[in-house]
């Protein structure tokens, strides 16, 4: 090689080795495509997982295929070759056993060994027909498994042999022909709401794939409405679930949602606004999918569904259904925390729901058998219990109001452009006088939980369903006087097809409640807009509560009223010369500022210092 060839590859050494220090990846662009790299990878890992879900869930729900019968089995060659030794088992006649006691009946069949439908004793429909939770396939149930010759098995396309039926227990058998077999057990306790089931843990062990050690239940519900607004109902119910020994979530009603856990669960809850459909786990469900669809069917809530893994051991797997109603009381005997799937609002509200007032409405209910009767005493003392609280914030206003002759007379001659000494010379006057401007809102502030505590209560009170009280034949739901087909424009949504009277009479009687509260406060300062707010309100209200329960807009017409009397009463019983007479007296008395004062007057005083320094 001469000399001239040698430099020329050096130098195109040099460049390509310069070209590769001056494109080398920095850390930070390594650390960059080795986390795209792992992502990638954990994309495909869930891919494979979901696939691997796919099959069980073909393995279950897909039909027996149409082909060329075996000669020799009479059994179509794609069965035969799917199912192997369990192919006998997906021919058979469709068989219904039933399991009831004073609360429940169940249907089973022995084509899956599930449950077929569910009737509860006590309960109508939204036709005042027996109340079915779910019947046929709209309620799908099945045991996922490979077996020791590797073949996937759904136990949902199987025929079972019912071996062993009394009045409170159904026992399926699958028998293999080696002779390997498990059971399904189903029992039903007297006087209960639960449904036990039992899984043979060993004998399904024995026709399982060595490789496995977990079985795969398949669960899925086309919920149906039950109730007359479906809207309404749709709000209130929701697909639940509980983390074992941990806390209740929930994927709320109205909205498609799915949610995976490779951790424990406890239950899952496919729960309607008044019932509910859930499978309690013996000790554990070790991971789960669950998942909520919008169902647009008419007549339909939703679709749930889940995928639940359970361990299997020599031991018998044990679960519970539980099908019945969203009573908070009989959910909280059940245990597991299934009572929290009932709403109770937020932090205090619950605790004002559930220490107040459900105790004083099982009370009533145990004596009084007219429900708009029970609302209406629980109103009342209610309103009395809370009278004190109503009455100082009376008290308050009424001071602010005596005071504004004063108030009027020392700010009238600062201008529109000094705000700031306004404000200190009302103050001022309101410290004489002994007079907190705040001392009207602390009451209304526990009040408030009170008012909301009742917006939770009623639309998830199943004792006030199909209960009537005047013109409402049912107080869980609305009580349309007016109905009309299809929907308004612009606000149908809002209305729906109907009027609802006691929400009528709720919204007329806030109207007259904010034009009392007017009058008694038009001596004070408002600006215009908040005056039209107030009147807006019931308006918004109306709108707001046309399709709720009608037992809600009937309480808080109620509620009104009794304040619109407690309101006439104090005005007539409060004299405002002696209310004024006794400020006047407090002017005399010297007066020590509170931290709240003083904070407020440095406040206003280094807000003041700024304005001054802008107009310079």
Known sequence: MDKN??????????ILAGFWFLNKPTEEELARDKHRADSIAAVRQQEALEQKALQYENAMQAPAAESELDTATGIPVAMQNRYGEFASFTQGEETFYTLENKKVKLTLTNKGARIYSVL?????????????????DQS?????????????????????????????????QLKAEDGNQFSITYSLSPDSYLADVTIDGKGIQNLMSRNDNSIYLSWSLDMPQLEKGLDFERRYSGLYYKHYEDKVENIKGGKSDVKEFPTRLKWVDFKDQFFSSALIAGTYFSEAKVEQIENE????????????????????IKMQFYFGPNHYKTLRKTGYDLHKVIDMGWPPVKYVNQWLVIPVFNILSRSIDNFGVIILILTIFIKLLIF????????????????????????KKYGADKQMEKQQATMAI???AGVNPMGGCLPMLFQFPILVAMFYFFPS????????????????????????????????????????????????????????????????????????????????FFFMFNKYAAGLSYYYFIST??????????????????????????????TKKSRFAEKLEQMQKQQQLNQKKLKR
Not at 5 to 14: A, D, E, R, T
Not at 297 to 311: C, E, F, Q, R, S
Not at 388 to 409: C, G, H, N
Not at 487 to 506: A, E, R, V, W, Y
């Open 5 to 14: 060839s040698l430099i020329g590859f050096l130098l195109i050494g040099g």
């Open 120 to 136: 509860l004793k006590a309960y109508e429909d939204k036709n005042y027909e027996p109340l079915v939770l779910f019947e046929g």
């Open 140 to 172: 799908k149930f099945g045991i996922n498994f490979f077996t020791y010759t590797n073949r996937e098995i759904g136990t949902g396309d199987m025929y079972f042999d019912a071996v062993k039926s009394t009045d409170n227990q159904l026992v399926f």
């Open 297 to 316: 069917t008419p007549g339909y809530i939703a679709t749930m569904k889940a995928d639940l893994t359970i361990p299997v051991s020599n031991e018998d």
């Open 388 to 411: 004190p609280f109503t009455y100082r914030s009376y008290i308050s206003t009424a001071k602010m109001r005596v005071l504004k002759p004063q108030i009027d007379e020392a700010t």
């Open 430 to 432: 309101y410290r004489k």
């Open 461 to 540: 009170s199943i004792e006030l369903r199909h209960e009537s009280f005047l013109w409402a034949k049912d107080l869980a739901s609305y009580d349309a006087i007016i109905t009309w087909e299809g929907s308004l424009p612009l606000i149908g949504n809002l209305l729906g097809n109907h009027i609802s009277l006691f929400t009528l009479l709720m919204s007329i009687t806030n109207i007259f409640y904010t034009m009392v509260n007017q009058e008694m406060t038009a001596t004070t300062q408002q600006m215009k807009g908040m005056k039209t707010m107030m009147y807006l309100m019931p308006v918004m």
């Open 561 to 590: 009223l009794i304040t619109i009397g407690q309101t006439f009463l104090m005005r007539r019983f409060v004299n405002e010369d002696a209310l004024l007479a006794k400020l006047e007296a407090n002017k005399k008395k010297p």
